[in-house]
């Protein structure tokens, strides 16, 4: 039976499509633009906000590159430390989102943010997209026995299978979200045909659509026709604010239309009447990274880096390799060979510098 329950909300079958409102990284630093953000969420009529939580030296190595925002040419690695979510944030967060009756909850990205959450008794935990293929950190949550909302962009369908299996040899209680991970993303890579093909793969999952086109309706409406269960929307109070994440997320009318148009579906759908749909966000079936995906993919998916020198010779262990999103380096091992690195004692055949993805060829039994 496709159902899961955050706090006192059952998600899947026939009961309403949950929707989540993407706080993200949009509240620049600032608590109180973030209650705002709870403010906003709550009068569209949203089920849940959620934010990101990570450390930034967990995210990218030190040689990630850098990246233009606002005109301004910017350090990947040390601007995510600035844009983290304050641990001392989230107690006050979560009872300000309790007083507006609106379920609050996070993306976690590294395990010191699974632990901040689980230490605050989060309800739920969301696993980005980029986080498909870390299986070590599918595993530790999966252990925390929480529900568990995972996004599987730019995936390949191989990958979204061993992402599931890895969650549930410890926690069945999964929805997947499907997704593509352009921002904006075009009306035309939307593929929604998707969502049937992982309904059929997965019959007792539920599964939902995280939408990054900028058009509030054409997109989530269409996924409530195809099954949907659950509508994440990135959230903003004003786009011109400065920010990456600004620009294409909805504004607060813009998310009330949004709501608005999903429930109207909802009902039309209930009453066996027919919905009409732009067949542009349909298409294809197939679930793969679309070309339009395929550099944020290998920008933003994790390998197995250096986290300091390596010297020849030396074993590798838990204080000198770090999982990492890639950034401008060439990707290395995946992360699931992580584990198997330290247990089996494998040593460099050669120097290794810091911030460097590992390959095979670097590496050697003891």
Not at 300 to 306: H, K, N
Request: aromatic share 8%; charged share 30%; proline share 5%.
């Amino acid at each position: 039976m496709a159902l899961i329950k955050i706090e006192n909300r059952k998600i899947g079958n026939n009961y309403p499509c949950f929707i989540i409102a993407e706080a993200g990284i949009n509240h620049n630093g600032s608590f109180e633009l973030a209650k705002r953000m709870v403010d906003m969420a709550v009068r569209a009529g949203c089920d849940a906000i959620k934010f990101q939580t990570f450390k930034g030296e967990k995210m990218y190595p030190k040689t990630a590159g850098k990246y233009e925002t606002d005109g301004k040419i910017l350090d990947i690695y040390n601007e995510m430390k600035k844009i983290e979510l304050p641990e001392n944030w989230v107690k006050p967060l979560m009872k300000y989102c309790k007083n507006k009756k609106i379920i609050f909850f996070s993306s976690v990205s590294d395990i010191p943010s699974v632990d901040i959450m689980a230490k605050h008794k989060v309800s739920a935990y969301k696993l980005p997209s980029y986080d498909t293929t870390n299986l070590p950190l599918l595993e530790y949550t999966a252990k925390k026995n929480k529900p568990i909302i995972m996004s599987v962009g730019a995936a390949y369908m191989n990958e979204v299978d061993e992402a599931i299996r890895t969650v549930f040899r410890h926690n069945k209680n999964l929805a997947i979200i499907h997704c593509v991970t352009k921002y904006p993303a075009p009306l035309e890579t939307c593929n929604l045909n998707v969502i049937e093909t992982l309904r059929l793969a997965y019959p007792d999952l539920v599964v939902g659509y995280s939408d990054h086109t900028e058009n509030p309706i054409k997109a989530p409406v269409a996924a409530i026709v195809k099954g949907a269960k659950l509508i994440e929307k990135h959230i903003t109070l004003d786009k011109t604010m400065k920010g990456p994440d600004q620009r294409f997320a909805l504004n607060p009318e813009q998310l009330k239309l949004m709501v608005h148009a999903i429930r109207e579906t909802e009902e039309k759908l209930a009453k066996g009447e027919k919905v009409k749909v732009d067949k542009i966000v349909l298409g294809s079936s197939k679930k793969e990274p679309t070309k339009t995906e395929l550099y944020v993919r290998s920008f933003a998916y994790r390998s197995i880096f250096a986290s300091r020198d390596i010297k020849k010779d030396e074993r590798l262990n838990k204080e000198n390799i770090e999982i990492l999103r890639n950034g401008q380096n060439k990707p290395g091992l995946l992360p699931k060979y992580y584990k198997l690195l330290i247990q089996k004692g494998y040593k460099v055949t050669r120097d290794i510098k810091e911030g460097r993805a590992l390959t095979w060829d670097d590496l050697m039994q003891k």
